[in-house]
């Protein structure tokens, strides 16, 4: 982006500054992951010389190297650190930036897959499909996407019918959004003073399920990219209010150094829609008193100096050019008042002995859940189903597909898979109880896998209404040496575990095979041909090692050439990286030349 321009707003020609790293993104030694651009998105493809790098960004942006967003809104993981034992709930997630964030904190540390998982939730379904598409570019099977208000989002239970509870919690809830003015100018003219008010109760009805799902010892954060006290002090005020004791907001002060931030302030007013301030619920004409509720309001100054509503974190544009947001950090304690009701009730622990059938398991759980939901009516609101404009039918495009579409494998599928294992030489230390498929077919022909514990709750918990979970791992085939081939979408956690039909090749063989389509072998170097001709025909796994670490790609031994069966976008992208590490590209001007 040197010397390049743009135009704003038929002004003269500005310089397009280059990328350079958040000054107060953790970042990791020698590799900032950070990094802000300064032009603005509707001025990128117009930019002299910028139309290559928005091909770019979009590019890495489709497979899902990069995930592009506002600064400020990455602030809510970094607060919360998220390990990867962790299991975390993003209550409003759509469109899913900031559980992209949870899905990498998981998996920090090494190629062994994490015991902890991600639940991403979002109320609006076209959104759930939108966050589906967006979390399938990571590629985790510890993730899984539901569909449900988060004020009632679910109790949840696991294989003993005991209560899960959540390490950490995020809930960037629904606000008027008026902390986006300078990227949003729409929103000048939908903007009204009681914007933040009609949201108001929505927003601490979340935060309160959010605390009742918290675990003792949790965090959880409140955040919005609203401006509007009404949407921030007063919800974190009344949420320490109504759980005194028991949660508490948590000083981040010393946290991210070079964030510039600014103190959650103590007095507010609240207009109406004529713009008349009103400095208390009471000052309020009686019409006024049942729209506005009384949460708007400050407490008074002792109590807020007693819950240290200082602690919340107000970032303004002009601070450190950057969107509008607010964030809270809360944490609750290790032991909660158990006078308190809270809707965590609706699951009692039962002895369910292991031993027992799934099936019969289930059975037991279905049955508690049921006379829970008829014996205690506070309850019956956590299972209902989304809120319906009276006398309008249900989007049937968007209609929730039934959540156990996702069957634990039978055994005589589960037989096929273990043909493949052989195959592979996949040890007995791969999770095969943890394969799942969309149908109940004898072969059905995507193999997923999911994480134990996102397993354990879409089995156990049937009224869940799950959206997207699990990566594939085999495919179904036929005239092969297997009943199932492994894919490239869940090789990175498969491939480890092989030990057979592996293919160690260099980098530079590697760039021929991402380069051209079905490459003849005399155009590998001397090396990979020799190995080659001794491989036999069928599906492999290249293995290549990049700096401490190895990739694994899942390809194919014709009889005169190989290929990488990899997606054409991804064999680009990977191309350019490894040129990044000094890899010689492959010579166009060569013998090379594809099979027929």
């Not at 380069?515 to 290549?544: A, M, R």
Request: glycine share 6%; hydrophobic share 35%; proline share 7%.
């Amino acid at each position: 982006m040197v010397g390049c321009t743009y135009t704003p707003n038929e002004s003269e020609p500005v310089p397009c500054d280059p990328p350079a790293p958040i000054p107060w993104f953790p970042q990791i030694p020698e590799l900032p992951i950070g990094w802000y651009f300064g032009v603005p998105k509707r001025f990128l493809k117009k930019a002299a010389g910028g139309d290559q790098f928005n091909k770019y960004l979009i590019l890495q942006s489709d497979v899902g190297t990069i995930t592009r967003q506002e600064a400020v809104s990455m602030l809510p993981p970094l607060f919360m650190d998220v390990q990867p034992h962790h299991y975390v709930l993003d209550l409003c997630a759509a469109p899913g930036s900031k559980t992209c964030q949870f899905i990498e904190a998981l998996h920090v540390g090494g190629s062994a897959l994490p015991t902890g998982l991600v639940i991403a939730n979002d109320a609006n379904r076209s959104r759930c499909d939108m966050l589906s598409h967006q979390l399938s570019r990571i590629n985790s099977p510890n993730v899984a996407v539901t569909n449900h208000p988060g004020q009632r989002f679910p109790g949840l239970i696991g294989s003993k019918g005991e209560s899960i509870l959540f390490d950490r919690i995020l809930c960037d809830v629904p606000c008027s959004g008026d902390g986006t003015f300078r990227k949003n100018p729409d929103l000048w003219v939908k903007w009204n003073p009681l914007m933040g008010v009609g949201n108001h109760n929505l927003q601490l009805s979340i935060a309160i399920r959010a605390f009742e799902l918290l675990k003792p010892g949790g965090r959880m954060v409140y955040s919005t990219c609203a401006m509007n006290p009404v949407e921030d002090e007063a919800v974190v005020c009344t949420l320490l209010q109504k759980f005194r004791g028991q949660l508490q907001l948590v000083d981040v002060s010393k946290m991210l150094p070079g964030l510039k931030r600014r103190n959650g302030i103590t007095s507010w007013r609240v207009m109406d829609k004529d713009l008349n301030w009103y400095s208390s619920h009471d000052e309020l004409p009686e019409m006024l008193k049942q729209k506005i509720p009384s949460t708007c309001f400050p407490p008074d100054e002792q109590l807020l100096r007693d819950l240290n509503i200082e602690r919340c974190l107000r970032l303004v544009p002009h601070d450190q050019d950057t969107g509008g947001f607010f964030v809270a950090v809360l944490d609750k304690a290790m032991v909660v008042n158990q006078n308190t009701k809270t809707q965590e009730s609706v699951v009692v622990p039962m002895n369910i002995d292991e031993d027992q059938p799934i099936q019969t398991k289930i059975e037991i759980i279905q049955q508690q859940q049921h006379e829970n939901q008829n014996t205690d009516p506070d309850n019956q609101i956590i299972f209902d189903e989304e809120e319906e404009p009276k006398g309008k039918k249900k989007n049937q495009k968007f209609q929730h597909k039934a959540p156990d579409s996702l069957e634990v494998l039978n055994q005589q599928t589960l037989n096929l898979c273990l043909n493949a294992k052989r195959f592979y030489g996949i040890s007995d230390e791969f999770p095969f109880s943890d394969l799942v498929a969309r149908s109940e077919e004898l072969k059905p022909q995507k193999i997923l896998l999911l994480a134990k514990g996102i397993r354990e709750i879409i089995q156990y918990n049937p009224r869940l209404k799950v959206c997207f979970s699990g990566i594939r791992v085999f495919q179904g085939v036929q005239g092969e040496d297997s009943d199932y081939r492994l894919v490239q979408a869940g090789i990175h956690v498969v491939g480890p575990y092989c030990s057979s039909r592996l293919f160690t090749i260099s980098a530079d063989d590697l760039m021929i095979l991402l380069s051209y389509e079905d490459p003849l072998f005399h155009t590998f170097s001397q090396e990979g041909q020799n190995k080659f001709s001794s491989f036999e025909v069928g599906s492999c796994i290249f293995v290549v090692q990049v700096l401490q670490e190895k990739m694994f790609f899942i390809g194919w031994r014709g009889k005169v050439s190989a290929k990488v069966l990899v997606k054409k976008t991804e064999r680009n992208l990977l191309v350019q990286h490894f040129q990044g590490l000094g890899t010689k590209s492959a010579d166009p001007n060569s013998s090379t030349q594809s099979a027929l």
